[in-house]
């Protein structure tokens, strides 16, 4: 979802704003209470790199050329997500794979050969034009059975949640979506693998203006906070990022842009008179796109996706927004995508993998 045309209204603490959420505090700029981050008692999904590079691939055609075995994906990658099941209607998912992928052996064989060499391979649900409908205990009852259908003929080591649709205050998705999940991983086991990647308004949105859309995964995170791998929001395609370190929103694409969106998901943030408990920093990435063909906005440099990494990890290359402290276990990056990585020469993941390599 493109939503950079909607003028984001900023948070607000002292009716400067008539519009926006308001709290008691009259500071100009004030930080959130501080929360302490949980301690980390879920045991991390076994095998994944401590340091992340994340991508989609395509399971379609688009201009970035057409599908291609996972076989030929560069072993840059990490965690290499499919994009994407379908919506078979009443909670159940369905999966159909593209013939540029191979036959079903192929395909099979390759994610077999992907873990083998570390990497994890998942599927995603959602997308831009996709949805996923989970409103009632027989649909997440639906949802857990159709997927461990797939996850078992496939060998996919778990799910993406890439929910663009469908999603808002108040939605049956909210509670039974939770409720979906916990299902499928007790099918799984303690290997399942679970990530989501909302677009930012979903989330850090919550901060600026808690209602409809914004802020609607966040009941969705507390809820799956044990069974979550990583959250990578998506920071492209829907404008500046209004923040709690500062009154003027932050660029999209930049190095503090970066660095403030995962300070806010590591350190905590409040949101319609609520506060966002800090997640663990192994839980956290970023999303960009990599390059100027696969996404309409938030474009960043090789530089600033260094200079976020080295800031967050070492607290070196900062630039205004610096976090409390040094997290060495923030998990990496995401980006959409594998495909159009490869179409631009790997002008994306190459610099970062070799940044990722570095950090401690």
């Not at 500071?27 to 045991?43: E, I, S, V």
């Not at 920071?235 to 403030?260: F, K």
Request: negative net charge.
């Amino acid at each position: 979802m493109d939503i950079s045309h909607i003028k984001c209204l900023p948070h607000t603490y002292a009716n400067t704003y008539p519009n926006a959420h308001s709290d008691t505090n009259t500071d100009a700029y004030p930080t959130p209470t501080p929360t302490p981050t949980p301690t980390p008692t879920p045991t991390p999904v076994p095998g994944l790199a401590k340091h992340a590079l994340v991508g989609y691939w395509h399971n379609f055609t688009n201009p970035s050329g057409n599908t291609y075995p996972i076989a030929q994906v560069s072993n840059d990658w990490d965690v290499i997500v499919v994009s994407f099941g379908d919506n078979a209607g009443g909670g159940n998912v369905s999966f159909t794979l593209d013939p540029g992928a191979g036959s079903e052996a192929q395909f099979i064989a390759d994610i077999k050969t992907k873990q083998a060499q570390g990497k994890k391979v998942v599927l995603s649900l959602g997308g831009q034009n996709g949805s996923v409908s989970v409103g009632s205990d027989a649909e997440a009852t639906n949802f857990a059975n159709s997927l461990y259908g797939i996850i078992s003929k496939y060998g996919f080591d778990g799910i993406d949640l890439d929910l663009e649709n469908g999603v808002a205050q108040g939605a049956a998705i909210q509670t039974y979506l939770p409720v979906a999940v916990k299902k499928l991983k007790a099918k799984v086991g303690a290997s399942f693998y679970l990530s989501m990647a909302p677009e930012w308004v979903y989330v850090e949105g919550g901060f600026t203006s808690y209602g409809s859309i914004w802020g609607a995964y966040i009941p969705i995170i507390n809820a799956l906070r044990d069974e979550l791998t990583i959250l990578h929001p998506q920071y492209y395609n829907n404008g500046d990022i209004y923040t709690p370190y500062q009154s003027a929103p932050l660029r999209a694409g930049s190095a503090d842009q970066l660095v403030g969106t995962a300070k806010m998901l590591i350190e905590g943030f409040t949101y319609g008179g609520n506060t966002f408990a800090g997640l663990r920093p192994d839980q956290v990435a970023f999303g960009v796109p990599s390059g100027r063909s696969s996404a309409n906005s938030g474009f960043t440099t090789s530089a600033d996706v260094s200079n976020a990494l080295n800031c967050l990890t070492k607290l070196l290359n900062c630039g205004t927004i610096v976090p409390k402290q040094a997290y060495p276990g923030f998990r990496g990056v995401m980006t959409w995508s594998i495909n159009w990585d490869k179409h631009d020469g790997y002008n994306f993941s190459a610099p970062t993998k070799a940044v990722l390599k570095t950090l401690p």
